[in-house]
Nanobody, 123 residues
Framework: QVPLVESGGGLVQAGGSLKLSCAAS????????MGWYRQAPGKQRELVAG???????NYADSVKGRFTISRDNAKNTVYLQMNSLKPEDTAVYYC?????????????????WGKGTLVTVSS
């Protein structure tokens, strides 16, 4: 069973919106912090947003006020609502999970990664 499965990526014009979803197996969702990272071509993978088991959230400065992370514990799913998208948001977005996951720019404490979903924002 794949532990994390992302969906919702695609092509959108600048200023548009997308909502990413990440379905997790129950055993790794309820006790773990969850997060979204992204990696653009030629760049390091970086934190976009994270959410704890008690739904405290953390955002990269570049997405504050535009992106919202949330989790539905009944569905074992974490979401990333992305509004006012910019071309510089173009990247592969990865779902991540870890009991000791830290919301630092570079990944720390990640136990599970999804395979990623591509988001392309055209200008």
């Amino acid at each position: 069973q794949v532990p994390l499965v992302e969906s919702g990526g695609g092509l959108v014009q600048a200023g548009g919106s997308l909502k990413l979803s990440c379905a997790a197996s129950g055993s790794i969702f309820s006790d773990n912090n969850m997060g979204w990272y992204r990696q653009a071509p030629g760049k390091q993978r970086e934190l976009v947003a994270g959410i704890t088991t008690t739904s405290s959230t953390n955002y990269a400065d570049s997405v504050k006020g535009r992106f919202t992370i949330s989790r539905d514990n009944a569905k074992n799913t974490v979401y990333l609502q992305m509004n006012s998208l910019k071309p510089e948001d173009t990247a592969v977005y990865y779902c991540a999970s870890g009991r000791s996951m830290r919301f630092t720019t570079a990944p720390r404490g990640i136990e599970y990664w999804g395979k990623g979903t591509l988001v392309t924002v055209s200008s």
